[in-house]
């Protein structure tokens, strides 16, 4: 997982290193994360992750679309 150009997060699951990218987030003033899925993500996975970030962070809005990137499972934009 690749935060700010540092890469900061290795697992077997995707949904895991995004998780532990979004905890070393400052969120404080946050109020959306936008999930983007890539190519080789199906929607059901990108929902499942998007449930498990919803239940981390439930003052957020959640949102998932599909981004079609070819090299990265997930792109998560924080606004």
Not at 35 to 50: L, S, V
Not at 56 to 72: D, K, S, T
């Amino acid at each position: 997982g690749i935060l700010d150009g540092d890469l900061l997060a290795a697992h077997d699951d995707a949904t895991d290193v995004m998780c532990e990218l979004l905890a070393r987030t400052d969120l404080e003033k946050a109020d959306i994360i936008t999930i983007y899925y890539g190519a080789d993500t199906d929607q059901a996975e990108a929902e499942e992750a998007g449930s498990r970030i919803r239940q981390q962070y439930p003052a957020l809005e959640v949102e998932i679309v599909y981004g079609g990137q070819p090299r990265y499972n997930y792109i998560a934009a924080v606004e």
